[in-house]
């Protein structure tokens, strides 16, 4: 349990007195929501494993009911000259919007910016989204091309304590499958605090490709770096949360 920060761990035992499992589930669920559902959840299951009568019944209800207090939002990021300015139709971002209304069963809110592409901007607009919004997944469109304005990726690398390099290599093979030209990309992801960013491409078509295939992983993230637990439509996508 060493993962687990010492706060947690301390109120745990001082909350378990007399091996009353069920009340420690609701100090583990309750009391600690600002190291997110996913890891409360997770410590759950470590202490006691997930065969446990507990985790089947109170424990689930007493999750959905957290994620219902818990405020999910998400960040969705236009990254374009020509559309911050009013000169072209953005796309990018309501494509994605209709995706997570889509995959998305967890009740949540969109947290909109359409911005140019400018390195200091976009480095400002992740910060506020993760830092002052409160955003637990912040998903960016545009920018990630070879071209001069190009910025994306390194604004988010600049703003990001780890970096999640494999779901931009798993994006540029899912879209080298259909244009050669998807090498060109440099889309990235990686973690700042208890968000995950991750840039995608600009057209509405490989946004969807390429959230088809990193998605299924995305909600498991989110529980480890401490955010709210997301659910999905498991007839459109399957979250894939490893079993204890």
Same mark, same amino acid.
């Given at each position: 349990?060493?993962?687990?920060?010492? *706060?947690?761990?301390?109120?745990?035992?001082?909350? *378990?007195? @007399?091996?009353?499992?069920? %009340?420690?589930?609701?100090?583990?669920?309750?009391?600690? #929501?600002?190291?997110?559902? %996913?890891?409360?959840?997770?410590? =759950? *299951?470590?202490?006691? @494993?997930?065969?446990? !009568?507990?985790?089947?019944?109170?424990?689930?209800?007493?999750?959905?009911?957290? +994620?219902? #207090?818990?405020?999910?939002?998400? $960040?969705?990021?236009?990254?374009?000259?020509?559309?911050?300015?009013?000169?072209?139709?953005?796309? %990018?971002?309501?494509?994605?919007?209709?995706?997570?209304?889509? =995959?998305?069963?967890?009740?949540?809110?969109?947290?909109?910016?359409?911005?140019?592409?400018?390195?200091?901007?976009?480095?400002?607009?992740?910060?506020?989204?993760?830092? #002052?919004? @409160?955003?637990?997944?912040?998903?960016?469109?545009?920018?990630?091309? !070879?071209?001069?304005?190009?910025?994306?990726?390194?604004?988010?690398?600049?703003?990001?304590?780890?970096?999640?390099?494999?779901?931009?290599?798993?994006?540029?093979?899912?879209?080298?499958?259909? +244009?050669?030209?998807?090498?060109?990309?440099? #889309?990235?992801?990686?973690?700042?605090?208890?968000?995950?960013?991750?840039?995608?491409? $600009?057209?509405?078509?490989?946004?969807?490709?390429?959230?088809?295939?990193?998605?299924?992983?995305?909600?498991?993230?989110?529980?480890?770096? %401490?955010?709210?637990?997301?659910?999905?439509? !498991?007839?459109?996508?399957?979250?894939?949360?490893?079993?204890?």
């Amino acid at each position: 349990l060493e993962a687990y920060p010492t *706060s947690v761990l301390a109120s745990i035992s001082a909350g *378990s007195e @007399g091996d009353d499992v069920v %009340g420690l589930h609701i100090v583990i669920l309750f009391r600690f #929501q600002d190291v997110g559902v %996913g890891l409360a959840k997770g410590l =759950v *299951s470590e202490i006691h @494993g997930v065969d446990h !009568p507990c985790d089947h019944t109170l424990l689930n209800s007493l999750v959905k009911g957290m +994620v219902m #207090q818990e405020k999910i939002r998400v $960040g969705i990021v236009t990254v374009s000259d020509r559309a911050s300015r009013g000169e072209y139709e953005d796309r %990018g971002g309501p494509a994605i919007r209709e995706y997570l209304t889509e =995959v998305l069963t967890s009740e949540w809110t969109g947290v909109c910016r359409v911005i140019a592409d400018d390195q200091s901007q976009i480095q400002s607009t992740l910060c506020e989204l993760c830092d #002052q919004e @409160g955003c637990c997944l912040v998903v960016t469109t545009g920018g990630t091309g !070879p071209a001069a304005r190009d910025m994306t990726p390194e604004a988010t690398e600049a703003v990001c304590e780890k970096m999640m390099p494999g779901f931009g290599e798993l994006m540029r093979k899912t879209s080298l499958e259909k +244009v050669p030209t998807a090498i060109l990309s440099r #889309q990235t992801a990686g973690i700042r605090g208890n968000s995950l960013i991750v840039n995608l491409p $600009g057209q509405p078509k490989a946004i969807r490709e390429c959230l088809d295939a990193v998605f299924p992983a995305i909600p498991y993230c989110v529980d480890l770096i %401490g955010g709210p637990y997301l659910e999905t439509n !498991p007839t459109r996508i399957v979250a894939f949360r490893p079993k204890k």
